[in-house]
């Protein structure tokens, strides 16, 4: 199983470091498997249904009038954290927030703040102190913050080791005209708010991927963000489009994982799921696109495809498991956002909830 994650992983010399590396891995994608994924969708739709309920409520109350607050969150996601005050002096609220195959991620909630203050990646066996190469390769948990508005051209592959948050909340991060970010063989990771676009593929070489470890890579794809053989990993509010391959590939087995609140765009492969490896394979359906706006009105939408004549009742729709690539495709670049839902197709406000397990993912846009 070791040669076959070497084929794949862009790793020059699978070392016994990374040897040891990938059976942690797998140990944990076993601990993080779900066998009963209608649990986490029923979980989802509970929260999705109380918040529907709330919404519904407060129009009721407002009647006419526009809303006129300064915050609005329009799913549970969302008000977990967004609107509530000083939101920013409780960055780790956040780790509570995540819903779906990766609601247990904690990310760097248990580590101390880092904070990026060099946008330079010139360095890649050893980055300098404020880059955020050097904090997604520490060895302890990790809650990485910007001091300031960031374009990050990365000159090689993003490793990022277990335990860490990458937050750009409050600025405007951008990984562009670069190489993308790799979860490899990790666990517990939540990535929040980047804008990540125009992705190349690297060339590979020396880079340094823990603090006692640096090894040879093979040329990397040109995926935004690459998970492989990693699990519990929460990817929120993120801006992709225009990678050279995929813009989320998540395969050989990595599971546990939630996709939320984010925007997809000038790209036909969004995200690939694969399991590449013996275990149960991801529990699928097809992406479907539709409507960004209510998600009532969303639903009932997709009920009537399905030539239901009761339209009272929000029902979880269940289409029959698949392996196979998730994937949209938007020929003219157009659209806003798609909504995918694994196991019941429901919009949240213009944002998208698709889910899976082994490679268990969930994910919103």
């Known amino acids: 199983?070791?040669?076959?994650?070497?084929?794949?992983?862009?790793?020059?010399?699978?070392?016994?470091?990374?040897?040891?590396?990938?059976?942690?891995?797998?140990?944990?994608?076993?601990?993080?498997?779900?066998?009963?994924?209608?649990?986490?969708?029923?979980?989802?739709?509970?929260?999705?249904?109380?918040?529907?309920?709330?919404?519904?409520?407060?129009?009721?109350?407002?009647?006419?009038?526009?809303?006129?607050?300064?915050?609005?969150?329009?799913?549970?996601?969302?008000?977990?954290?967004?609107?509530?005050?000083?939101?920013?002096?409780?960055?780790?609220?956040l780790a509570t927030c995540a819903k779906g195959f990766g609601r247990h991620v904690t990310g760097g909630k248990n580590g101390d703040f880092y904070v990026v203050t060099d946008p330079s990646d010139d360095d890649?066996?050893?980055?300098?102190?404020?880059?955020?190469?050097?904090?997604?390769?520490?060895?302890?948990?990790l809650w990485i913050v910007f001091a300031r508005d960031m374009v990050i051209r990365l000159t090689e592959e993003l490793i990022v080791n277990s335990n860490k948050t990458i937050d750009g909340r409050g600025?405007?991060?951008?990984?562009?005209?670069?190489?993308?970010?790799?979860?490899?063989?990790?666990?517990?990771?939540?990535?929040?708010?980047?804008?990540?676009?125009?992705?190349?593929?690297?060339?590979?070489?020396?880079?340094?991927?823990?603090?006692?470890?640096y090894g040879l890579r093979t040329r990397s794809d040109g995926d935004g963000i690459s998970i492989f053989g990693a699990s519990n990993v929460w990817i929120d509010?993120?801006?992709?489009?225009?990678?050279?391959?995929?813009?989320?590939?998540?395969?050989?087995?990595?599971?546990?994982?939630t996709i939320s609140n984010s925007h997809f765009t000038q790209h036909n492969d969004v995200r690939?799921?694969?399991?590449?490896?013996?275990?149960?394979?991801?529990?699928?359906?097809?992406?479907?696109?539709?409507?960004?706006?209510?998600?009532?009105?969303?639903?009932?939408?997709?009920?009537?495809r399905r030539g239901d004549a009761d339209h009272s009742r929000l029902q979880p729709l269940r289409e029959r498991p698949r392996t196979e690539n998730a994937k949209v495709t938007d020929p003219d670049h157009t659209s806003a956002a798609r909504c995918s839902i694994i196991s019941l197709l429901l919009c949240i406000h213009s944002h998208t909830f698709f889910s899976a397990d082994a490679g268990g993912v969930s994910s919103t846009s």
Not at 289 to 296: H, K, L, M, S
């Open 124 to 141: 890649l066996v050893n980055p300098r102190k404020g880059t955020l190469r050097y904090g997604v390769i520490q060895d302890r948990p």
């Open 171 to 213: 600025v405007d991060v951008q990984i562009v005209n670069g190489a993308g970010i790799t979860v490899q063989f990790v666990d517990n990771i939540i990535i929040h708010n980047l804008r990540i676009h125009d992705i190349k593929a690297g060339s590979g070489g020396m880079i340094r991927d823990s603090e006692h470890h």
């Open 237 to 257: 509010h993120v801006s992709m489009s225009n990678c050279m391959d995929g813009l989320i590939d998540a395969i050989q087995g990595s599971t546990a994982i």
């Open 1 to 93: 199983m070791a040669a076959a994650a070497f084929c794949n992983a862009h790793i020059a010399e699978f070392d016994e470091y990374w040897q040891k590396k990938e059976a942690m891995a797998r140990a944990n994608v076993q601990n993080a498997y779900n066998p009963n994924p209608e649990s986490v969708t029923k979980h989802f739709n509970d929260a999705v249904l109380r918040d529907l309920e709330k919404n519904n409520t407060r129009r009721g109350l407002r009647g006419k009038r526009r809303y006129g607050g300064p915050c609005m969150a329009t799913n549970p996601i969302d008000r977990c954290w967004r609107c509530q005050k000083n939101w920013a002096h409780h960055r780790k609220r």
């Open 272 to 304: 690939q799921i694969s399991p590449t490896q013996h275990l149960h394979p991801p529990f699928l359906t097809k992406t479907a696109p539709c409507c960004p706006g209510d998600a009532v009105r969303c639903q009932r939408r997709v009920l009537g």
